[in-house]
Protein backbone atom coordinates (compact mmCIF):
# COMPACT_ATOMS: atom_id res chain seq x y z
CA UNK A 1 0.00 0.00 0.00
CA UNK A 2 1.26 3.40 -0.47
CA UNK A 3 0.18 7.09 0.35
CA UNK A 4 -0.72 9.33 -2.43
CA UNK A 5 -0.16 13.07 -2.57
CA UNK A 6 -3.67 13.78 -1.96
CA UNK A 7 -4.09 11.91 1.09
CA UNK A 8 -5.48 8.89 -1.14
CA UNK A 9 -4.04 5.50 -0.53
CA UNK A 10 -3.04 3.03 -3.26
CA UNK A 11 -4.01 -0.70 -2.46
CA UNK A 12 -1.50 -3.40 -3.17
CA UNK A 13 -3.92 -5.79 -4.56
CA UNK A 14 -7.54 -5.74 -5.87
CA UNK A 15 -10.73 -4.46 -3.47
CA UNK A 16 -14.16 -4.92 -5.01
CA UNK A 17 -16.62 -1.87 -5.23
CA UNK A 18 -18.70 -1.86 -1.92
CA UNK A 19 -16.71 -4.25 -0.05
CA UNK A 20 -16.40 -3.86 3.68
CA UNK A 21 -12.61 -3.75 4.90
CA UNK A 22 -11.77 -3.29 8.67
CA UNK A 23 -7.98 -1.90 8.70
CA UNK A 24 -6.08 -2.41 11.76
CA UNK A 25 -2.16 -1.95 12.90
CA UNK A 26 0.33 -4.48 14.63
CA UNK A 27 1.84 -2.33 17.60
CA UNK A 28 5.43 -2.88 16.99
CA UNK A 29 5.80 -1.87 21.35
CA UNK A 30 2.98 -4.12 22.20
CA UNK A 31 4.23 -6.93 20.42
CA UNK A 32 8.01 -6.56 21.88
CA UNK A 33 6.88 -6.48 25.06
CA UNK A 34 4.49 -10.06 24.25
CA UNK A 35 7.65 -11.66 22.95
CA UNK A 36 9.56 -10.05 26.33
CA UNK A 37 7.03 -11.75 28.32
CA UNK A 38 6.79 -14.90 26.30
CA UNK A 39 10.48 -15.45 26.05
CA UNK A 40 10.63 -15.30 29.95
CA UNK A 41 8.61 -17.71 30.32
CA UNK A 42 9.62 -20.19 28.01
CA UNK A 43 13.15 -19.63 29.32
CA UNK A 44 12.25 -20.39 33.05
CA UNK A 45 10.96 -23.84 31.53
CA UNK A 46 14.48 -24.65 30.21
CA UNK A 47 13.14 -26.42 27.06
CA UNK A 48 15.49 -28.93 25.35
CA UNK A 49 13.72 -28.09 22.03
CA UNK A 50 11.05 -25.10 20.76
CA UNK A 51 9.23 -25.36 17.25
CA UNK A 52 8.61 -22.39 16.31
CA UNK A 53 5.49 -22.09 13.80
CA UNK A 54 4.61 -17.72 12.39
CA UNK A 55 2.29 -16.63 10.54
CA UNK A 56 4.25 -15.15 6.80
CA UNK A 57 2.34 -12.36 7.40
CA UNK A 58 4.41 -11.43 10.54
CA UNK A 59 7.74 -12.36 8.51
CA UNK A 60 7.12 -9.00 6.24
CA UNK A 61 5.91 -6.94 9.15
CA UNK A 62 9.17 -6.40 10.31
CA UNK A 63 10.65 -5.56 6.77
CA UNK A 64 12.72 -8.52 4.37
CA UNK A 65 15.61 -6.91 6.01
CA UNK A 66 14.86 -8.83 9.17
CA UNK A 67 12.57 -11.46 8.49
CA UNK A 68 13.38 -13.23 11.77
CA UNK A 69 13.09 -10.40 14.01
CA UNK A 70 10.65 -11.28 16.30
CA UNK A 71 11.99 -14.65 17.12
CA UNK A 72 15.40 -14.31 17.43
CA UNK A 73 15.02 -14.40 21.00
CA UNK A 74 13.41 -17.83 20.83
CA UNK A 75 15.93 -19.41 18.93
CA UNK A 76 18.85 -18.05 21.63
CA UNK A 77 17.15 -20.82 24.30
CA UNK A 78 17.69 -23.88 23.00
CA UNK A 79 17.71 -25.43 19.47
CA UNK A 80 14.67 -24.69 17.31
CA UNK A 81 13.06 -25.42 14.03
CA UNK A 82 9.91 -24.76 12.55
CA UNK A 83 8.01 -22.74 9.17
CA UNK A 84 6.24 -19.44 8.21
CA UNK A 85 2.69 -20.16 7.72
CA UNK A 86 -0.51 -18.74 5.84
CA UNK A 87 -3.16 -19.07 8.47
CA UNK A 88 -3.25 -20.95 11.89
CA UNK A 89 -5.80 -23.01 13.06
CA UNK A 90 -7.28 -23.38 17.25
CA UNK A 91 -8.81 -26.21 19.08
CA UNK A 92 -10.85 -24.78 22.07
CA UNK A 93 -13.62 -27.12 23.63
CA UNK A 94 -14.00 -29.22 20.68
CA UNK A 95 -14.38 -25.94 18.30
CA UNK A 96 -12.00 -25.46 15.81
CA UNK A 97 -11.17 -21.51 15.37
CA UNK A 98 -8.96 -20.28 12.16
CA UNK A 99 -6.36 -17.29 13.40
CA UNK A 100 -4.80 -15.01 11.29
CA UNK A 101 -1.59 -13.46 12.25
CA UNK A 102 -0.14 -15.73 14.92
CA UNK A 103 3.12 -16.84 16.30
CA UNK A 104 2.93 -20.62 18.23
CA UNK A 105 5.78 -21.70 20.26
CA UNK A 106 5.75 -25.92 21.30
CA UNK A 107 8.51 -25.67 23.97
CA UNK A 108 9.58 -29.37 24.80
CA UNK A 109 11.78 -30.73 27.53
CA UNK A 110 12.71 -34.37 28.91
CA UNK A 111 13.41 -34.48 32.74
CA UNK A 112 14.09 -31.80 34.96
CA UNK A 113 14.85 -28.10 34.02
CA UNK A 114 18.61 -27.59 33.77
CA UNK A 115 20.69 -24.71 35.00
CA UNK A 116 19.25 -21.86 33.44
CA UNK A 117 21.86 -19.60 31.18
CA UNK A 118 21.88 -15.77 30.32
CA UNK A 119 19.04 -14.65 27.82
CA UNK A 120 18.36 -11.96 25.42
CA UNK A 121 16.11 -9.57 25.84
CA UNK A 122 14.52 -7.80 22.45
CA UNK A 123 14.45 -4.14 22.93
CA UNK A 124 12.41 -1.65 20.68
CA UNK A 125 15.57 0.35 19.79
CA UNK A 126 17.37 0.36 15.88
CA UNK A 127 15.97 -2.36 13.65
CA UNK A 128 12.06 -1.37 15.03
CA UNK A 129 12.48 2.25 14.55
CA UNK A 130 13.57 1.66 11.12
CA UNK A 131 9.60 -0.01 10.03
CA UNK A 132 7.18 2.11 8.82
CA UNK A 133 3.66 2.65 9.57
CA UNK A 134 3.08 2.50 5.97
CA UNK A 135 5.07 -0.40 5.22
CA UNK A 136 3.57 -2.17 8.17
CA UNK A 137 0.08 -1.18 6.57
CA UNK A 138 0.99 -2.49 3.18
CA UNK A 139 1.61 -5.55 4.79
CA UNK A 140 -1.69 -6.14 6.50
CA UNK A 141 -3.57 -5.00 3.38
CA UNK A 142 -1.56 -7.55 1.07
CA UNK A 143 -2.24 -10.46 3.18
CA UNK A 144 -5.39 -9.59 4.32
CA UNK A 145 -7.54 -8.21 1.03
CA UNK A 146 -6.48 -11.61 -0.26
CA UNK A 147 -8.76 -13.38 2.56
CA UNK A 148 -11.35 -11.16 1.95
CA UNK A 149 -11.39 -11.88 -1.95
CA UNK A 150 -11.69 -15.78 -0.92
CA UNK A 151 -14.79 -14.28 1.50
CA UNK A 152 -16.67 -12.46 -0.85
CA UNK A 153 -16.54 -15.74 -3.55
CA UNK A 154 -17.73 -17.74 -0.61
CA UNK A 155 -20.43 -15.32 -0.12
CA UNK A 156 -21.03 -15.03 -3.54
CA UNK A 157 -21.50 -18.69 -3.73
CA UNK A 158 -23.81 -19.09 -0.99
CA UNK A 159 -25.71 -16.30 -1.84
CA UNK A 160 -26.17 -18.48 -5.39
CA UNK A 161 -27.17 -21.85 -3.76
CA UNK A 162 -29.66 -19.45 -2.00
CA UNK A 163 -31.05 -18.04 -4.79
CA UNK A 164 -31.25 -21.11 -6.66
CA UNK A 165 -32.66 -22.85 -3.85
CA UNK A 166 -35.47 -19.90 -3.57
CA UNK A 167 -36.99 -21.28 -7.16
CA UNK A 168 -35.93 -24.49 -7.54
CA UNK A 169 -37.26 -27.67 -6.51
CA UNK A 170 -35.33 -29.59 -4.92
CA UNK A 171 -36.38 -33.71 -5.90
CA UNK A 172 -36.53 -32.65 -9.36
CA UNK A 173 -34.42 -29.78 -10.11
CA UNK A 174 -37.07 -28.07 -12.20
CA UNK A 175 -38.62 -24.85 -10.90
CA UNK A 176 -40.87 -24.91 -7.72
CA UNK A 177 -44.62 -24.04 -7.89
CA UNK A 178 -44.16 -20.44 -6.87
CA UNK A 179 -41.82 -20.04 -9.26
CA UNK A 180 -43.65 -21.41 -12.29
CA UNK A 181 -46.41 -19.56 -11.31
CA UNK A 182 -44.60 -16.24 -11.60
CA UNK A 183 -43.45 -16.62 -14.94
CA UNK A 184 -46.92 -17.36 -16.29
CA UNK A 185 -47.77 -14.05 -14.33
CA UNK A 186 -45.50 -12.37 -16.02
CA UNK A 187 -46.47 -13.81 -19.14
CA UNK A 188 -49.95 -12.57 -18.99
CA UNK A 189 -48.79 -9.14 -18.07
CA UNK A 190 -46.14 -8.46 -20.61
CA UNK A 191 -47.93 -5.73 -22.91
CA UNK A 192 -48.75 -7.38 -26.27
CA UNK A 193 -47.42 -10.40 -25.75
CA UNK A 194 -48.16 -13.30 -27.82
CA UNK A 195 -50.32 -16.22 -27.47
CA UNK A 196 -48.93 -19.06 -25.02
CA UNK A 197 -49.85 -22.45 -23.96
CA UNK A 198 -49.56 -24.51 -20.53
CA UNK A 199 -49.33 -28.35 -20.49
CA UNK A 200 -50.59 -29.81 -17.14
CA UNK A 201 -49.18 -33.45 -16.58
CA UNK A 202 -50.10 -35.97 -13.71
CA UNK A 203 -48.13 -39.37 -12.80
CA UNK A 204 -51.38 -42.37 -13.32
CA UNK A 205 -52.47 -44.63 -10.14
CA UNK A 206 -49.22 -42.36 -8.13
CA UNK A 207 -50.90 -43.15 -5.47
CA UNK A 208 -50.72 -46.73 -5.77
CA UNK A 209 -46.63 -46.74 -6.73
CA UNK A 210 -46.19 -45.32 -3.47
CA UNK A 211 -48.70 -47.44 -1.27
CA UNK A 212 -47.01 -50.82 -3.20
CA UNK A 213 -43.59 -50.07 -3.62
CA UNK A 214 -42.99 -47.06 -1.18
CA UNK A 215 -42.11 -42.82 -1.49
CA UNK A 216 -38.63 -44.15 -2.07
CA UNK A 217 -39.88 -46.19 -5.44
CA UNK A 218 -42.41 -43.44 -5.92
CA UNK A 219 -39.47 -40.66 -5.92
CA UNK A 220 -37.72 -42.46 -8.44
CA UNK A 221 -40.93 -42.64 -10.83
CA UNK A 222 -40.65 -38.23 -10.22
CA UNK A 223 -37.58 -37.92 -11.25
CA UNK A 224 -37.51 -39.65 -14.18
CA UNK A 225 -40.20 -38.39 -15.42
CA UNK A 226 -38.32 -34.61 -14.48
CA UNK A 227 -35.25 -35.40 -16.61
CA UNK A 228 -37.82 -36.00 -19.28
CA UNK A 229 -39.08 -32.67 -19.17
CA UNK A 230 -35.75 -31.33 -18.73
CA UNK A 231 -34.64 -32.61 -22.07
CA UNK A 232 -37.59 -31.34 -23.36
CA UNK A 233 -36.89 -27.95 -22.10
CA UNK A 234 -33.31 -27.98 -23.35
CA UNK A 235 -34.20 -29.03 -26.62
CA UNK A 236 -36.86 -25.87 -27.13
CA UNK A 237 -34.80 -23.23 -24.97
CA UNK A 238 -36.50 -19.89 -24.46
CA UNK A 239 -39.63 -21.39 -25.33
CA UNK A 240 -40.23 -23.77 -22.65
CA UNK A 241 -40.36 -23.80 -18.78
CA UNK A 242 -40.53 -26.58 -16.94
CA UNK A 243 -41.77 -26.52 -12.99
CA UNK A 244 -43.42 -28.99 -10.41
CA UNK A 245 -46.66 -28.43 -9.83
CA UNK A 246 -47.16 -30.53 -6.45
CA UNK A 247 -46.57 -33.67 -5.50
CA UNK A 248 -46.70 -35.82 -8.73
CA UNK A 249 -48.02 -32.69 -10.89
CA UNK A 250 -46.43 -30.61 -13.25
CA UNK A 251 -46.67 -27.57 -14.99
CA UNK A 252 -45.22 -26.18 -18.53
CA UNK A 253 -45.24 -22.85 -19.98
CA UNK A 254 -44.71 -22.91 -23.74
CA UNK A 255 -44.00 -19.28 -24.50
CA UNK A 256 -45.04 -17.82 -27.95
CA UNK A 257 -46.67 -21.60 -28.66
CA UNK A 258 -49.92 -22.41 -29.83
CA UNK A 259 -52.44 -25.41 -28.81
CA UNK A 260 -51.12 -27.78 -32.08
CA UNK A 261 -47.49 -26.81 -31.56
CA UNK A 262 -48.49 -27.73 -27.67
CA UNK A 263 -50.17 -30.78 -28.32
CA UNK A 264 -47.52 -32.37 -30.20
CA UNK A 265 -45.26 -31.85 -27.60
CA UNK A 266 -47.29 -33.07 -24.74
CA UNK A 267 -47.61 -36.34 -27.00
CA UNK A 268 -44.07 -36.63 -27.12
CA UNK A 269 -43.88 -36.45 -23.93
CA UNK A 270 -46.41 -38.94 -22.85
CA UNK A 271 -45.02 -41.47 -25.21
CA UNK A 272 -41.54 -40.68 -24.20
CA UNK A 273 -42.48 -41.82 -20.44
CA UNK A 274 -44.73 -44.47 -21.46
CA UNK A 275 -41.62 -46.06 -22.82
CA UNK A 276 -39.52 -45.73 -19.53
CA UNK A 277 -39.05 -49.13 -17.85
CA UNK A 278 -38.72 -48.64 -14.18
CA UNK A 279 -36.28 -51.94 -12.58
CA UNK A 280 -39.46 -52.37 -9.70
CA UNK A 281 -42.32 -50.51 -10.92
CA UNK A 282 -42.17 -51.18 -14.54
CA UNK A 283 -43.92 -49.02 -16.69
CA UNK A 284 -45.60 -46.05 -15.78
CA UNK A 285 -48.02 -43.55 -17.62
CA UNK A 286 -49.04 -39.74 -17.40
CA UNK A 287 -52.06 -37.72 -18.49
CA UNK A 288 -51.74 -34.31 -20.08
CA UNK A 289 -54.39 -31.39 -20.28
CA UNK A 290 -53.08 -28.25 -22.81
CA UNK A 291 -54.63 -24.95 -23.12
CA UNK A 292 -53.97 -22.19 -24.99
CA UNK A 293 -54.06 -18.21 -23.56
CA UNK A 294 -56.88 -15.92 -24.62
CA UNK A 295 -57.72 -11.94 -24.41
CA UNK A 296 -59.34 -12.12 -21.12
CA UNK A 297 -57.57 -14.62 -19.41
CA UNK A 298 -56.33 -13.82 -15.72
CA UNK A 299 -53.60 -16.36 -13.94
CA UNK A 300 -56.34 -17.90 -12.19
CA UNK A 301 -58.95 -18.78 -15.64
CA UNK A 302 -56.18 -19.83 -17.23
CA UNK A 303 -54.94 -22.55 -14.47
CA UNK A 304 -58.47 -23.59 -14.00
CA UNK A 305 -58.87 -24.48 -17.79
CA UNK A 306 -55.36 -26.24 -18.31
CA UNK A 307 -56.42 -28.33 -14.58
CA UNK A 308 -60.15 -29.15 -16.35
CA UNK A 309 -58.13 -30.37 -19.82
CA UNK A 310 -56.06 -32.47 -17.14
CA UNK A 311 -59.18 -33.92 -15.48
CA UNK A 312 -60.85 -34.83 -19.00
CA UNK A 313 -58.03 -37.02 -19.74
CA UNK A 314 -57.87 -38.59 -16.90
CA UNK A 315 -61.78 -39.35 -16.49
CA UNK A 316 -61.62 -40.52 -19.97
CA UNK A 317 -59.01 -43.27 -19.25
CA UNK A 318 -55.69 -41.43 -18.60
CA UNK A 319 -52.44 -41.97 -20.38
CA UNK A 320 -53.73 -39.26 -23.15
CA UNK A 321 -53.52 -36.14 -23.87
CA UNK A 322 -56.80 -33.37 -23.75
CA UNK A 323 -57.10 -30.23 -24.69
CA UNK A 324 -59.06 -27.50 -23.77
Avoid at 237 to 244: E, L, P, V
Wanted: hydrophobic share 35%; proline share 2%.
Amino acid sequence: MASNADGSITMTSDMDVGSLVQISYGDPSTIVESIREDSRRIHQFQPDILHIFSCAARRTFWTSKEPTYEIQPFKEISPSCGFFSHGEFLRTKGNLNQHNVTLVIAAMREGEKKEASAMSVLTERGTLSKVPLVSRLATFISVTSLELEETNQKLEYANEKLKMAAIIDGLTGLYNRKEIQSQIEKELAREGTRKFSLIMLDIDNFKQVNDTYGHQEGDMVIIALAKILHNEEMAYTDKFSAGRWGGEEFMLLLHDTDVSAASFIAELIRQCFANTSFPTVRMQTISLGVTQTTEDDTLDSLCTRVDAALYKAKKSGKNKVEVL
